[in-house]
Nanobody
Framework: QVQLVESGGGVVQAGGSLRLSCAASKTFLTIIRMGWYRQTPGKMRELVATHDYRDEVELADSVKGRFTVSGDRAKNTVFLQMNSLEPEDTGAYYC?????????WGQGTQVTVSS
C-alpha cells in the first residue's frame, strides 16, 4: 500500500506564504503525476496544481501567479509553494499521486488564511 505523507499546512495571515510537501512512501513506484487538490466545506474537491513526469504543470486559474508546483521524480515528492495567500485559499489540501495503474490520496493538511 502506498502512503502519501503531507506536511506544511498551518495558519497564516492574508498575503503570507506557506509551502506544502508530499512524499510517497515507496520510491520505486513509477509515479506519473503528483499534485494537490483542495476542498472546503460544502464544495467539491478541486484541482490546485499538478506536476507530471514530463515536467508539465497544470495550475488552477485562481492560483496562477501566486502558487508554484514542483516535483522530484527520483524521490516521488511534490511541493506546493503558496504565496500571496488569500482567505479564499482556506481549505483542506490533499496530495494526489497517480501511477500507470492506480491513484492515491493523502489524508489532507489544513491551510487557514485569516483576513
Amino acid at each position: 500500500q502506498v502512503q502519501l505523507v503531507e506536511s506544511g499546512g498551518g495558519v497564516v495571515q492574508a498575503g503570507g506564504s506557506l509551502r506544502l510537501s508530499c512524499a510517497a512512501s515507496k520510491t520505486f513506484l513509477t509515479i506519473i503525476r503528483m499534485g494537490w487538490y483542495r476542498q472546503t466545506p460544502g464544495k467539491m474537491r478541486e484541482l490546485v496544481a499538478t506536476h507530471d513526469y514530463r515536467d508539465e504543470v497544470e495550475l488552477a486559474d485562481s492560483v496562477k501567479g501566486r502558487f508554484t508546483v514542483s516535483g522530484d521524480r527520483a524521490k516521488n515528492t511534490v511541493f506546493l509553494q503558496m504565496n500571496s495567500l488569500e482567505p479564499e485559499d482556506t481549505g483542506a489540501y490533499y496530495c494526489y499521486a497517480r501511477s500507470w495503474n492506480d491513484e492515491y490520496w493523502g489524508q489532507g493538511t489544513q491551510v487557514t488564511v485569516s483576513s
